[in-house]
């Protein structure tokens, strides 16, 4: 079995990290270099760094700062936001990321994933879903850091990107984003079974348990947080330490 990823989450609002609650009430959560030097350095597989008010501003991702990030780093190094051509991809790649996160900009035009997929192999691109569960149950995706919903169907967009080339998924469940209380790891199983690309579980860790459990009942391949590691309430090697002991595969 492949080892599993642990992936620390620089969300980024005008050059600074931040991290709120169900998308909103945004608090700072520190300098964004200092911050993927530190995961670098202490056991974080890989990092995730997102713009996240790049589309919602209509403008694109901060090379210079994603520059910046990559100088300090050994270990791979994804950016998101504002992304919606094969001329930012390349202009990312370019200042130091190893993959790019499409989000928006692949739900307004699908061709878009396809493009980046031949452009650069699928194996840089991850292709990133904000969901909400409604009332009925059913999981909606969302667009511009989750501002604007859409009658798209979660799973039937999981499979479509798949289809279109897409080497990864990043599912963040809106409702169990920065709250604290686990994984959606329903919709995560459910999405891992039904598509053949790696699935990073996003939204809800709170404690060490909740990492198992998004492994073993979600069968997510990678799980992604902020909070708990940008303010230590968890430490990635302690983590490691724990997952290990209960049987999942980690690199130490």
């Known amino acids: 079995m492949l080892a599993k990823r642990i992936i620390p989450c620089l969300d980024i609002k005008n050059g600074r990290t931040v991290k709120g609650i169900n998308f909103e009430n945004l608090r700072d959560a520190g300098d964004a270099v200092e911050l993927g030097k530190w995961y670098s350095e202490h056991g974080a597989d890989e990092l995730v760094f997102l713009d996240i008010t790049a589309t919602h501003e209509e403008r694109k991702t901060f090379a210079e700062l994603v520059t910046r990030i990559a100088q300090n780093l050994n270990i791979p190094f994804t950016v998101g936001g504002g992304i919606s051509s094969v001329t930012d991809v390349s202009r990312l790649l370019e200042a130091g990321a190893d993959k790019v996160s499409v989000n928006s900009a692949a739900v307004r035009r699908p061709e878009l994933i396809n493009e980046i997929a031949q452009a650069f192999g699928s194996q840089c691109l991850v292709v990133a879903i904000d ?52 994984f959606a790891n329903e919709a995560l199983a459910r999405m891992s079974q039904s598509v053949s690309i790696p699935v990073i579980a996003s939204g809800g860790a709170g404690n060490m348990a909740h990492f198992y459990d998004t492994f073993t009942e979600g069968y997510a ?12 309430e968890i430490g990635i090697l302690d983590l490691k330490h724990y997952l290990k002991e209960k049987g999942i595969p980690v690199r130490l």
């Open 131 to 182: 969901a909400k569960i409604t009332e009925g149950g059913d999981w909606r995706v969302y667009l511009n850091g989750g501002r604007i919903p859409t009658d798209i169907d979660l799973f039937e967009w999981a499979s479509e990107v798949t289809e279109r080339g897409a080497g990864e998924i990043l599912f963040t469940s809106m409702n169990h984003d920065g709250t604290k209380q686990g």
């Open 221 to 232: 391949d990678a799980a992604l947080a902020a909070s708990i590691f940008h303010f230590k």
